[in-house]
């Protein structure tokens, strides 16, 4: 239960913050993602993939040990990392647009998206406390 009350904490809290710097520093992280993401796919993609790939599957071993409903959307949700990795993994130039696009062109979009991070982590960090 523990692995799941510090997950919750730590995983909320990097949200919060990574969405606040967006919101209020876009160009800094405009700039940061052109670091990140160069027109060749990294090497260094596929192993922090396979690490996270191997952090959801542990995820989900301690959710077997500790099931409880709070558990289990702390689990879903880090499951949802899957989808990047796969995106990053075999679709890496478009995912590169995409966020590029995010970045530069469609405030909106990426305005919404940032709120849903926003509330999600706020989310996390509250099952978090309870947990």
Not at 21 to 29: G, N
Not at 125 to 129: F, N, Q, Y
């Given at each position: 239960m523990t692995y799941f009350k510090y997950?919750?904490?730590i995983?909320?809290?990097l949200m919060m913050l990574s969405c606040l710097?967006?919101?209020?520093?876009?160009?800094?992280?405009e700039w940061m993602a052109l670091r990140l993401l160069p027109e060749k796919q990294p090497w260094w993609i596929l192993v922090v993939g396979l690490a996270v790939l191997g952090w959801v599957g542990w995820t989900w071993v301690e959710f077997a040990a500790f099931r409880s409903p709070l558990t289990l959307i702390v689990s879903i949700i880090v499951s949802l990392t899957i989808f990047k990795?796969?995106?990053l993994f075999f679709m890496y130039a478009q995912y590169r647009n995409m966020v590029i696009a995010l970045l530069t062109?469609?405030?909106p979009a990426l305005t919404v998206i940032l709120v849903s991070y926003l509330v999600l982590g706020a989310g996390l960090?509250?099952?978090?406390?309870v947990l």
């Open positions: 997950l919750s904490i995983l909320g809290s710097w967006t919101l209020f520093r876009p160009k800094s992280y990795v796969i995106l062109t469609d405030r960090i509250a099952i978090g406390l």
